[in-house]
């Protein structure tokens, strides 16, 4: 299985600042035939269910807004959020779906400073 | 608009057996592959199985804490999958999520359900 690791575990970051989390797959999941990366990034409110936010490792969810964004390739991969919102406090995973079983990052909780 | 509602939760005994289901609109249930996603209280996400499309041949796949105790099956006619678990554990215990998988086409799991909640304890 790939094992995604992902750093910190926690950020507190002020309103309007950045804020980036890092995720580290323990193999490519760099798909040679397409030269996509199958990794995807989920944010999960307090209280809700989880929500695709970007995929491809960098290509936003329709509806997400710009402020996120991803970069990354092969096994390191990180989310920005770029000028932190207060609706922004929430649980980020990232996930690779390159190989079955697809597997999750323990989660970073973002919170504001 | 998609929409896809878990039921079936509750409290079992260790050793019991449980079916969720995930009623799904607003999309061609049909042609997904649709996933399930467990959180135990407190900790992150875990995908605990998967069920093809029949068009893509209907197959199953799980994680291994699962394998073998946990079923997936669909009826398309009704929009709904199932998840049926056996010989629960304690581990078992958390919210599971139903999810659409996008996993092939390379977009990840689109849309998730509410969640409910499984308790298995004596």
């Known amino acids: 299985d790939i094992v995604m690791t992902q750093s910190p575990d926690s950020l507190a970051v002020s309103l309007g600042e950045r804020a980036t989390i890092n995720c580290k797959s323990s193999q490519s999941v760099l798909y040679n035939s397409n030269d996509k990366n199958y990794l995807a990034w989920y944010q999960q409110k307090p209280g809700q269910s989880p929500k695709l936010l970007i995929y491809?490792?960098?290509t936003r969810e329709s509806g997400v807004p710009d402020r996120f964004s991803g970069s990354g390739s092969g096994t390191d991969f990180n989310l920005t959020i770029s000028s932190l919102q207060a609706e922004d406090v929430a649980v980020y995973y990232c996930q690779q779906y390159y190989s079955t079983p697809p597997t999750f990052g323990q989660g970073t909780k973002v919170e504001v400073k | 608009e998609v929409q896809l509602v878990e039921s079936g939760g509750g409290l079992v005994k260790p050793g019991g057996s449980l079916r969720l289901s995930c009623a799904a609109s607003g999309f061609s249930f049909g042609h997904a592959w649709m996933s399930w996603v467990r959180q135990a209280p407190g900790k992150g996400l875990e995908w605990v199985g998967r069920?093809?499309?029949?068009?893509?041949?209907?197959?199953?796949a799980f994680a291994a804490p699962v394998n073998g105790r946990f079923s997936i099956s669909r009826d398309d006619s009704k929009n709904t999958l199932y998840l049926q678990m056996n010989s629960l554990k304690t581990e078992d215990t958390g919210v599971y999520f139903c999810?659409?998988?996008?996993?092939?086409?390379?977009?990840?799991?689109?849309?998730w359900g509410q969640g409910t909640l499984v308790t298995v304890s004596s």
């Open positions: 999810t659409t998988d996008r996993a092939v086409a390379g977009t990840g799991f689109d849309h």
């Open positions: 491809w490792a960098s």
């Open positions: 069920l093809k499309s029949n068009t893509d041949g209907g197959t199953t």
